[in-house]
DNA sequence: TAATTTGCCTAAGACCATTAGGCAAACGTA
DNA sequence: TACGTTTGCCTAATGGTCTTAGGCAAATTA
């Protein structure tokens, strides 16, 4: 019988397609060794099962997604950086619903700190640099970032703007302004 | 035998329950049944499968969510009404993760028109109104204050603010005094 | 070339979703 | 109250899923 050559990161990288064929909730075992060519039970040899499966295809999407926010925001500052990185953010969603569904999976305490979680925090930080926030504020603001970013674009996939005017698009770019001057007129504590 | 007396209603509430105590993606007709002590075949009385029964569990949640931001607000206004519409959400996401996990749950089209989906951007229009944001930035705002409401209570479940200070509880209430700050002065269109 | 590793296989067990068909409890009606 | 109808829940069966165990032969190393 002729191998496929199959290694574990193939396995992670043939899931990660898949997930973005079919969505991440499909992807199971049995369906990605039917995309592979191979019995389930071959798998087994990669992968230890089908949530173990999931979470490294989570790591592998926290990964690019680091990667092309890091690449976005490189050489930029104020509303350039952010427009810049909201878009990776965006893009990257766009192109890669499947891999940016797994960025939600939940992982353990352990696996998350090792994964390139912090990563994204420590660029979102970064970026705010390029305010001058007060120094207890930025985190608060990192949160909003990370929250206006996640939750715009899950609505945005669902369809939830996608019935009604303006477009999406608009917004997009409204929001991000809106954001801009918050950032630059950010409140003082009660 | 004596029978359990259910109805579509009674077995969708207790599909509601269970996904608050092991969340929505376990809650799956065997394990229904289980918690209602019928066999799993009898469910198909009631619910056409198990794609149906977390249909009808997510149109419960989305009543149930919008009813409460609807008596939160209700004699409210400026930043008094939008704190209590954000923490009506907050609150209902805590006190049942399962439902408001079923809140995202990917309805079709029709489905979702007729769903209490449309009551909550009605809601959050309404809210609106007690800033006076030009006519045609009202959406956007809609569309940024559900992202934020959505991302935020998405990223403090799965923990993402848990292993580091400030407290959640306390970005929080930064956060909505930054958008209520926003709201008040929200900047021109380019 | 011989020995070892290992990628993929078949086989099997346990569970799940769903459909079909049956019985008896509950209900409406006379 | 008695009868016919409805229907809630059942058992049985099909085909799919995940996962483990054990085996063979291809690839790798000595």
Redesign the pocket.
Known sequence: ???????AERVVRAGAELADEIGLEQV????L??KL??????????V????D?KTRIALLALEELADQASAAIAGRAGRDALGAFANAYRDYAFQHPGRFAATRFRLDAATAAASAGPRHSRMTRALLRGYDLPELQETHAVRLLGSVLNGYVELEMAGSFSHSAPSSEESWTEILDALDSLLRNWPASA
């Open positions: 019988m002729a191998r496929a050559g199959l290694t199971t075992p049995s369906e060794a039917r060519g191979i019995k389930t039970a071959s798998l087994y040899s990669h230890k099962n089908a949530h499966l």
